[in-house]
DNA sequence: CAGACATAGTTCGGAACCGCAAGTATTGTG
DNA sequence: CACAATACTTGCGGTTCCGAACTATGTCTG
């Protein structure tokens, strides 16, 4: 099933539109191709194991991140998991109404939130992520295990480089443009 | 900046807290670093090139995908994009509402739609894409010319192999258990 | 040709999601 | 103690997102 085209089908057609435009074919490959992947790997790990507890992703993401560290603070929970912080209270407060995820005061900073797995919360990831895992296996199940570790490491790389420059690249690229200000967002309480 | 831990600090965390269960590590770092990789691209290209525009990653991709293969039927759009032919069509109106994109009646079948850009979207797109393929090189930097080939290669087997062998897996997996209902989504008009 | 079935797209409910601004507390500092 | 900085929450406006229900259209079959 799937679908019409390929992605050996894509990287033609790209090549058919840009064929006069020069372009950097071997990083707009490498990158699609990340995104595809990303891609249909969480709608696997969704319809799958995910699914059947009634998670979504970023749900999952969070509960794993707070699984793996033990208590943590919120903001660093959010960057772990990729979500902006107005975000992660929404799904936090989602996930403790569930009764999977607590949130304590910090006992010393009084401005800090930390966030735990409650016992039942604890139970379902035990539960959970080996089904989760297995489903990793399987849709790694055409690499060899060196290549996996190849690809990991590279990518590795890539989100250690941004983590590095991507702030001063961005900085450099916008120069002294000033961003236009957003077509959604709270506005300011009166001009 | 950036954060807390870094990759190598959460798998070393994973191996504590993951110790005495047995899983498959590499398939894992494999997959998860292909989540964070696309997450932190995605930032990095949402917040420079994409910016500029007042483009959400999602409505450029579809227009990507329109522009690449020039008029296409949504369904279509819907899959090489990536998304739900439900988002599509809010997407799509989006995209409309800004002039980018028209949407026409399938001449013989009236049950098509059929995307293509509108002249201001081919202008946006031919203007964009350069910038876009220019960060897609950046975020690539720390790959030699033939790693990036590799890991494109190696990403494509893994897509192909969901698309060929993931809803299988998943009927496998089901058995014959019934999926208990989303908690969201639209209900039964009446029971 | 009518009724059954299939296919394509839209609508809708509920949740996620962002970025920003503003609000609330708390902590650090001169 | 005033004041800045920090951490989180709240709320806004808009977008995205899924999947099931629904609508409209086409196709197949008796």
Redesign the interface.
């Known amino acids: 099933?799937?679908?019409?085209?390929?992605?050996?089908e894509?990287e033609k057609?790209?090549q058919a539109?840009?064929g006069a435009?020069p372009?950097?074919r071997?990083?707009?490959?490498?990158?699609s191709?990340?995104?595809?992947?990303?891609?249909?790997?969480?709608?696997?790990l969704e319809?799958?194991?995910l699914?059947?507890s009634?998670l979504t992703w970023t749900g999952f993401v969070v509960l794993w991140v707070v699984?793996?560290?033990g208590e943590m603070e919120t903001r660093?929970v959010a960057?772990?998991a990729?979500i902006s912080k107005g975000t992660l209270t929404g799904v936090a407060k989602t996930l403790q109404s569930r009764g999977l995820l607590e949130r304590l005061g910090h006992p010393t900073d009084g401005r800090l939130a930390v966030l735990r797995l409650t016992p039942e919360g604890e139970e379902l990831m035990a539960d959970l992520?080996?089904k989760f895992?297995e489903e990793?296996?399987?849709?790694?199940?055409?690499?060899e295990?060196s290549?996996?570790?190849?690809?990991?490491e590279?990518?590795?790389?890539?989100?250690?480089?941004?983590?590095?420059n991507?702030?001063q690249?961005?900085l450099d690229?916008?120069g002294d443009?000033v961003?236009?200000p957003?077509?959604s967002g709270r506005r300011a309480k009166h001009g």
Chains 1, 2 share one sequence.
Do not use: C
């Open positions: 099933m799937s679908g019409h085209h390929t992605i050996a894509t057609a790209v539109k840009l435009v372009l950097h071997e990083q707009m490959a490498a990158v191709n990340i995104h595809r992947a990303a891609t249909a790997i969480r709608q696997h319809n799958s194991v699914r059947t009634d699984w793996i560290w660093y960057e772990e990729g992520f080996p895992n990793e296996v399987f849709v790694s199940d055409p690499l295990s290549e996996a570790q190849s690809l990991a590279m990518l590795r790389r890539m989100v250690t480089h941004l983590e590095a991507g702030e690249r961005r690229l916008r443009t961003l236009p957003r077509r």
